[in-house]
């Protein structure tokens, strides 16, 4: 047993650790519809920090928030003179992960790829508001889904490109599949590009 955890310990007692700070976002809208005025708004942001125990191998704990935000503004008849002027979904989804990040390279390489996989707990809620005429009046109501939350895996991959010596600025890919279901692997993918900080 004492064998083993000087085998554990050796490496930080040689190698002082770093972390690796980062933040990420994306965003992507796309306009349609009769009057080119509905729209499908998605954005992710997600903030990692990344606990260096050896020089190219983490333990990364990453909180993440993925936006997902359709408005309809072409109005639909439901029959008679019952009409939906507009409707807005809004889903949220929130994802807290715990994983291993190995990097392929020194950390003051030019440009790092690294890997990532682990576990992630995701909770999901959703709401949509729809405003309805009944050919007198108009009004608008919500309904909101019931909050979700599902054990999850995920796997992905990173670039990160030095600036300085500390700073650098990255791009990363992610797949979260459900209940660890690699045949949902490519169900829920996620591409952001963001900053990065080494202390």
Do not use: H
């Not at 004492?2 to 007692?13: G, S, T, V, W, Y």
């Not at 040689?14 to 933040?23: C, N, P, Q, R």
């Not at 020089?55 to 936006?67: D, K």
């Amino acid at each position: 047993m004492k064998a083993l955890f000087i085998l554990l310990l050796l490496p930080q007692l040689v190698f002082a650790g770093y972390v690796d700070l980062s933040a990420n976002f994306w965003q992507n809208r796309q306009l349609y519809g009769a009057t080119n005025t509905s729209s499908n708004l998605s954005q992710t942001y997600s903030v990692g920090w990344a606990w260096f125990m050896w020089p190219t191998t983490a333990l990364e704990i990453m909180g993440q928030r993925q936006r997902s935000l359709i408005t309809e503004n072409d109005p639909v008849g439901l029959g008679g003179s019952d009409v939906v002027v507009s409707s807005r979904n809004e889903v949220l989804t929130d994802t807290l992960s715990l994983g291993l990040k190995q990097n392929l390279a020194s950390p003051q390489s030019s440009i790092v790829p690294a890997l990532t996989f682990g576990y992630a707990k995701q909770i999901l809620q959703g709401k949509t508001r729809y405003v309805v005429n009944d050919g007198t009046t108009t009004n608008s109501f919500v309904l909101e889904d019931d909050s979700n939350n599902q054990d999850s895996c995920f796997v992905g991959a990173s670039l990160r490109f030095k600036i300085t010596q500390f700073f650098g600025i990255m791009s990363s890919f992610r797949s979260i599949m459900p209940k660890c279901d690699t045949k949902k692997m490519s169900d829920n993918t996620q591409l952001t590009a963001g900053i990065s900080w080494i202390f």
